[in-house]
C-alpha cells in the first residue's frame, strides 16, 4: 500500500498561496464522481476553467440519462470555486445548457478570502462506506449541514427520524434488488472495481476495494470472489447495518429536471460534504431508489414531492476514516 498511499496524499498535496489553474484544477479533480469513473474534462483560459462532460466514462447502466455525470461536474465545479474563494480568486460559475454537451464555465476574479473552512476540507472529505457510530448528531451540526447545502434551485430533505429512515431504508433494499438482478448492472460496477492497490495506480481511476473497507487481492482471486459473494441478501445486509448505524439521511431534490438541476445537486452536495468534513462527520451514497426508474416514483410520492426526482440519498454519521481513493492527473483532464 505505500505506494497508493504516497499517490493519494500527493493529490491531495495542500494547495499554494498563489494557485495557478493547474493547482485548483487538482482540487476540483478531489470531487466525489460516480464510480469513480472521473467523467470530466477541464479547459482552462485566462482566469477560467470550463469544465465539460467526458461521456466516454459515463455508466450507461446505472446511469442511462448521465443524470450522474452532471451532478459530478457540479461537485468539481463547486470545489474550484471554493478553492478560488478561500485563496482570494471569488469566482462565478455559468452553466452552458445544451443537453448532453451541457458544461460550466468558472470565472475566477480577484477578492476577499473566503471559505477556508470548506477548502481545508476539500482533501479530507471521502465516501465513507462503512457502518457508522449509531449516536445522533447535535442540533448545531445538523444546522450547519442543513445551512452549507442551502443552494437556490435546490431542496434538501433531511431525515433523522428512525421510523423514517425505517422507510427509506425499505426502499434502498427495493431499489438493490433490482440492481443486483441485473446482470448489467453488476458487470459494470465490477469492471469498475480495483482489486488490489496495483490495479488501482494503474488507471488511477474505479473502486479500489479498500475504500470500501473491502480486502485487497489478485485480480484473479478479486473477481472469483466477487462472483462468489456478491448477492442480493449480502448486499440488502450490508446497507441495513449501514442504514442502522448512520444519524440521519439528506435527499436533494433539484427544481428542474434537466442537466442545469443536476449541476446546482452536485455544488449543494458537495459544499454538504466538505461541511461534514469539518465536523469530523463522514458521508456515503445510497442512490438505489434515485437510480433504479421503477422506484424512484413512489419513492417521490412516498417522500411527499409527487411527480418530482430525488436526485442523491446520502446518509451521514460518525466513523473512523478508510483509505482515500484515487485521481487521475491534471495532465489528463485537460482539453
Ligand atoms: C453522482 C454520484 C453518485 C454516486 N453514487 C454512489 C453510489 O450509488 N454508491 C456509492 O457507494 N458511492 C456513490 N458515489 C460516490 C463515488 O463512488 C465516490 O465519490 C468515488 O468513488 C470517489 O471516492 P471519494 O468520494 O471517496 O473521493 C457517487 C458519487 C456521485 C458524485
Redesign the pocket.
Known sequence: MSEYDAAAADLRAKLPMEPQLNDLVRYAT???????TQPWKFRLGSNQVDILPDLARNCPV?DPDD??VF??LG?AAENLLIAGRARGQPGQATINLDGKNTSINVGLGQGAVSDTELLDAIPM?????SDYDGQALSANDLRLLEQAATMPGVETLFITDRARLDGVLDYVIEGNSVQCDDPAFVQELKDWIRFNPDAALETNDG?FTA??GNPTSPNWLGKLMFDQFFSKDSESEKYKGHMNSSAGVVIFVADREDEEGWINV?RS?QRFALQATALSVRH?????PI?VADVRPEFASWLGIPGKRPD?VIRFGKAPALP??LRRQVSEVLT
Not at 478531489?30 to 469513480?36: D, K, M, Q
Not at 472529505?125 to 462506506?129: G, V
Open positions: 478531489l470531487a466525489p464522481n460516480s464510480h469513480n446505472v443524470h450522474h451532478v459530478t461537485c472529505r471521502q465516501s465513507t462506506r473502486l475504500c470500501s452536485g452536495f456515503a451514497h445510497l442512490n438505489m437510480e442523491l482515500m481513493s
